[in-house]
């Protein structure tokens, strides 16, 4: 068998793996960037609307679920947003911030890609797309089998995602080879996810609706932001955000008129006025029609008990809904779970029980927040892994 060898071979293309790859080619090390897709970091590509929300001028440790939680702290400490904002400036690049200290790109999110296949470009890296790995071993060095050719590296950077999105490439090749080296996984689960209700919650008629302003909550967790009604359920940021908290079984609850005294709003209402007409002050005309029975609706507000008035109020600060499940990976943005970190090596991203194997990215039990935080995981993981391999 032929061999070709490097230092260090980087599975995936992708945010983490180019990330990586550029990251030590710069340091002067022989990269091959192995990834069976035609296409670069298809996941850049779609996010946010193809203006790719890069980073979060907020990103914090506290930002990231993970069975270890402290485990993310050395790598973002290391590589910051702030680092990769300036990389971003220094290809000439423009940003602008939305809520939330989100940041996009102004150009488009493929110039992301080649700013990062630019970097890789630099380093002097080897590219090996559309190439499938059809086996990954261990023998004096790391042994990467391909059908057109073989490598060898005394590194080996896993950085092949989650399971999320299937349909631009998903596989879970990274939790295989994991396995294979005797890394335990955290149970895998679709993340950032919108949710589905069951067909009797009335909300299917008056899909495409947006709540501008809700709260959603699940026990302490909380997210304020815009949720979305589908033909299926809830989406929106504030449901995706929640869905990574969500177990099967659980409740969330919605608050549809977050800071406002509803006691006082209904006290200052037109008494006169129909129920659907005062509320519509605060929610969509259609939401209000589905959501209340038409009796509640078609009243004036004079007609309702204060009791009645209450009740109402109770249920706009507090809608309890119980999800039948969630859209799946097809939907999500990200994989919750993945690698356990208490296999690696939190300042390297090394496997402690394989030298010189690497795992980083979406593919780790790492999982942030919407709003450009896995991205920032993936520069991160990314730039740690490429400055050790």
């Not at 026990?219 to 304020?224: D, L, P, S």
């Not at 008129?257 to 006169?272: C, G, I, T």
């Not at 809608?319 to 296999?343: C, F, H, I, M, N």
Request: aromatic fraction near 8%; glycine fraction near 10%; include cysteine.
């Amino acid at each position: 068998m032929d061999w070709k060898t490097c230092d260090v071979i980087v599975l995936g293309a992708g945010a983490a793996g180019m990330m990586a790859a550029a990251t030590a080619g710069l340091r002067g090390r022989r990269v091959v960037l192995i990834d069976h897709a035609d296409k670069l970091a298809e996941k850049i590509r779609i996010s946010g609307g193809g203006r790719c929300n890069f980073t979060n001028l907020n990103v914090r440790p506290e930002c990231y679920l993970s069975q270890n939680p402290h485990f993310c702290k050395s790598a973002l400490r290391q590589y910051t947003q702030h680092d990769f904002i300036q990389l971003v400036e220094s290809y000439g690049l423009t940003w602008h911030e939305k809520t939330l200290g989100q940041l996009f790109c102004d150009q488009h999110s493929g110039a992301i890609i080649e700013m990062l296949k630019a970097e890789c470009d630099r380093g002097g890296v080897t590219w090996r797309m559309s190439t499938k790995i059809t086996e990954v071993r261990r023998g004096e060095q790391f042994e990467v089998i391909t059908p057109e050719e073989n490598w060898r590296a005394e590194a080996l950077i896993v950085a092949t995602g989650g399971l999320s999105i299937p349909q631009i490439g998903a596989t879970g090749i990274g939790y295989d080879i994991a396995r294979q080296f005797g890394l335990d996984i955290v149970e895998t689960v679709p993340a950032l996810v919108p949710l589905q209700l069951p067909p009797e919650s009335l909300l299917a008629e008056i899909s495409g609706v947006a709540l501008e302003d809700t709260v959603a909550r699940m026990g302490k967790t909380a997210f304020r932001e815009a949720s979305l009604v589908t033909h299926r359920g809830l989406s929106g940021p504030a449901i995706l955000q929640i869905s990574s908290f969500w177990q099967p079984g659980g409740e969330i609850v919605l608050d549809l008129a977050p800071d406002v005294d509803l006691d006082e709003f209904f006290a200052s209402a037109n008494r006169d006025a129909h129920v659907g007409n005062v509320l519509v002050e605060l929610l969509p005309r259609r939401f209000i029609d589905a959501w209340l029975a038409p009796d509640i609706t078609a009243k004036p507000l004079k007609q309702l008990s204060p009791k009645q008035v209450q009740q109402l109020a109770e249920r706009m600060h507090r809608w309890p809904l119980r999800p039948s499940g969630s859209a799946g990976y097809k939907k999500a943005e990200v994989t919750k779970g993945g690698v356990d970190t208490q296999a690696l090596d939190s300042k390297t991203m090394m496997a402690k029980a394989a030298p010189g194997l690497y795992f980083i990215g979406e593919v780790v039990d790492v999982t942030g927040w919407l709003g450009g935080y896995n991205f920032q995981w993936a520069w991160s993981s990314g730039f740690v892994s490429g400055s050790n391999a």
